[in-house]
């Protein structure tokens, strides 16, 4: 039987990871392109963090712009 601390670690694909995936972004270039701590982009990529919902509102849109300026 898994502790709770196991299970609380697996965390879904949050809005952000997967709005950096489809635009083919690593987590250093999301960090890079919004001038944010690397750090603070692996917490969110993992799920151990989230940002509050409208700044994952922002972040994505700017995943969109970024992905839509490379096609």
Known sequence: MKN???AQ???ADTPIKT???AAGLSIKQLA???GAPYTTMQKWNKGTSRPP???EKLVREEIERYAASKK
């Open 9 to 11: 670690k697996v965390q």
């Open 4 to 6: 709770d601390s196991t």
């Open 19 to 21: 709005a950096r995936i």
């Open 53 to 55: 919902v409208w700044i």
């Open 32 to 34: 890079e392109l919004l």
